[in-house]
């Protein structure tokens, strides 16, 4: 592990000289990200390993020898970055474990530049970089040709304040027409132009680039007799210094939640790029009891939004044995964040998918969340391969019971044709007890491996036996009393399910979770839905023949009707409990959009009311949506209605409409 920290050390000092110093990035936001995050881990496990030289003890970034040095009198720190709502909720509970319940100020997180801006007597003396926090380079010269940024204030202080320089999006554009008519190379980014015109000798050039500035940070407030960041971007704002506008003061997580949907909807219509929102708590003596890490204030965080594609590096592939023998090939990635989430694994779905896209072992390579719900490996980076990627093969037995695979003519899946294979038992098995099946808390993937090689667990039946065997449950190595005692509390509960839970969970072939619950809704009860034929299946919204005579199939099955039976005399649920659709006008047949933040409902809870009264939700606005609900703080969702003439509802009169 600490082989490893040394590389981390190495790769992240690196890339902070090429993006800071040299304005040439060598690895994206996402790779940078997730390497600073596994170093902070490594070192949280091994305080006395830490470098002075680590990049979590500074702010990054080396001084060019063509500028002046600059020492900021107070640092100009960094921010700490999250990536999912989970981490925000987690920054929040931090500061009220110190008995702070703050309000907060949000501010768009603009893609740029850090500049410091120095004035003296009203009057700009100097603008400098961040560079490593403590020194910076002095970009006066440059900085004088931003109109934005006055180079007299309305009054004659002495002020040090803290901004962003970037360059708005059609700048970027109408520039790089130019470059390419000149045959110049185009400019890569609004970050890097910003970057790159600040850093040149020649302050034309930088006056040509027409860049723009928000000022957003004051680091000695209490001097002014400001207590507040508001008051502070207020003063600043009043002195003639440029501000966002986008600002916000919000009194809960819940605001700064609904402020990041709000503002993730509506960033691609910006003048400008944003990558997140930064969270600040307001009052200035509750961020001084909050203080400060090595490197981060502990009372401002960054949200960072989910990347659509992130690079990281493809480790191996390995195989699978699905419950229908089916075997997939399965990238184990070096973990990367995507959508929020990291991932560490991607699906590979077949040998041609990975023979198309020409993967290798060791490959880096892009992912993305395929709608936003399962990764995907999108293409590897060929021009980063280094000669020491291994070539893909694949397998031609069973990993599990090494039985030769099939392959049947016009298919592009390997299967394993053992029925009493393992692995196939075992994925039906875990499949049965998962989150979207019986939701059975405790049994997960590992422990039903064990279980089923223990021998305790080898049929569906044998999961409502397991008390049989609680005291040799408590026996075994990482169980305990508590934790089996859950366990079958978690079973016995599971009986109560509603229909739709059990009907997923059997594994019918091409009966998914959505599939269950129209059946179960029709049938009512699992005797009923045994003796559907395909006829009448067929005449049910959404079921096609394919299901109907899977359906079918698997009921006709002797043994699955054995299995159905003894659940149903171990004391397994087998009628339908979910809330029955009271038709209503308002509601039967029509597609619904919600937006901004609800107070009388859960956005769950909405959608089940809505559900409930025959109408169906989508996600975005089109013109085959209904209605739009608009809570408080609306997004773009709520412009694009009116701009479609589609019908809006305020929550109000959702909820009277929900009485009707």
């Not at 890339?15 to 881990?41: G, M, R, S, V, W």
């Not at 080396?62 to 709502?85: A, N, Y």
């Not at 023979?355 to 290798?360: Q, R, T």
């Not at 047949?589 to 901004?596: D, I, R, W, Y």
């Amino acid at each position: 592990m600490k082989e490893r920290m040394e590389e981390l050390i190495e790769i992240i000092n690196e890339a902070d000289y090429n993006y800071h110093t040299l304005d040439n990035p060598t690895i994206t936001d996402q790779e940078y990200d997730k390497y600073l995050k596994e170093l902070f881990e490594i070192e949280k496990e091994h305080p006395d390993w830490i470098r002075e030289d680590s990049p979590t003890q500074h702010a990054g970034g080396k001084i060019i020898d063509s500028f002046k040095k600059v020492t900021h009198k107070i640092p100009m720190m960094s921010l700490s970055d999250i990536f999912s709502e989970k981490e925000l909720l987690e920054f929040d509970e931090r500061i009220k474990k110190e008995k702070i319940y703050p309000q907060y100020m949000c501010e768009l997180k603009i893609d740029g530049l850090s500049v410091s801006l120095l004035y003296e007597k009203g009057k700009l003396v100097r603008a400098a970089t961040r560079g490593d926090g403590t020194v910076g380079e002095d970009i006066t010269h440059n900085v004088k040709t931003i109109k934005a940024i006055p180079l007299k204030l309305k009054e004659e202080v002495d002020i040090e304040v803290r901004g962003e320089i970037f360059m708005n999006k059609k700048t970027l554009a109408k520039l790089n027409e130019q470059r390419k008519k000149d045959n110049q190379p185009l400019l890569q980014n609004c970050r890097n132009a910003a970057a790159g015109s600040m850093r040149q000798l020649d302050s034309k050039i930088a006056a040509e680039r027409k860049l723009d500035n928000f000022i957003y940070h004051l680091p000695n407030p209490k001097d002014y007799g400001l207590n507040t960041h508001e008051e502070a971007i207020k003063y600043m704002h009043k002195l003639g210094l440029k501000t966002n506008p986008n600002n916000r003061l919000v009194n809960s997580i819940e605001e700064v939640l609904a402020y990041i949907e709000e503002k993730q909807e509506i960033r691609k219509d910006l003048a400008y790029d944003i990558d997140g929102i930064v969270i600040k708590v307001n009052n200035i003596d509750e961020q001084q009891k909050l203080g400060y890490t090595a490197k981060y204030p502990k009372w401002a965080t960054a949200y960072k939004f989910p990347a659509e594609e992130v690079l990281t590096k493809l480790m191996d592939i390995t195989f699978t044995v699905g419950r229908t023998g089916q075997i997939t090939p399965n990238a184990v990635l070096e973990p990367a964040i995507v959508a929020g989430s990291t991932i560490t694994r991607a699906t590979l779905h077949n040998e041609d998918y990975v023979k198309e896209k020409e993967l290798k072992i060791g490959d880096i390579v892009s992912i993305r969340k395929a709608g936003d719900v399962i990764p995907e490996v999108v293409e590897a980076k060929k021009e980063r391969r280094t000669g020491k990627e291994k070539e893909f093969e694949m397998i031609t037995n069973c990993p599990m019971c090494n039985t030769p695979l099939i392959k049947k003519e016009g298919q592009v899946d390997y299967f394993c044709p053992n029925e009493k294979c393992p692995a196939r038992h075992i994925e039906s098995l875990i499949h049965f007890v998962s989150r979207d099946a019986m939701n059975i808390e405790g049994l997960g993937e590992r422990i039903m491996e064990d279980f089923y090689n223990f021998g305790y667990i080898e049929n569906l039946a044998d999961i409502y036996s397991l008390k049989q065997h609680e005291k040799d449950l408590i026996r075994l190595e990482g169980y305990g009393d508590k934790s089996v005692k859950n366990l079958l509390e978690a079973i016995e509960k599971s009986k109560e399910n509603s229909l739709e839970k059990l009907v997923f969970g059997l594994g019918i072939p091409h009966v998914g979770e959505k599939t269950a619950k129209i059946l179960s809704k029709e049938y009512k009860t699992m005797e009923n839905l045994m003796l559907a034929t395909e006829e009448e299946l067929i005449k049910i919204p959404d079921i096609g023949l394919i299901i109907a005579k899977s359906v079918v199939s698997y009921f006709s099955n002797e043994q699955n009707q054995a299995i159905i039976k003894e659940l149903q005399e171990l004391g397994m649920n087998m009628t339908y409990l979910g809330q029955e659709i009271i038709e209503n006008e308002d509601f039967s047949g029509k597609n619904f959009v919600l937006t901004g933040t609800l107070t009388e409902f859960t956005r769950d809870e909405a959608k089940e009311k809505i559900e409930s009264l025959g109408g169906k939700t989508v996600d975005s606005v089109s013109k085959k949506t209904s209605v739009v609900i608009v809570g408080e703080n609306p997004g773009s969702k709520y412009k694009k209605a009116q701009e479609l003439g589609i019908e809006i509802w305020t929550e109000q009169e959702f909820v009277e409409k929900t009485k009707n």
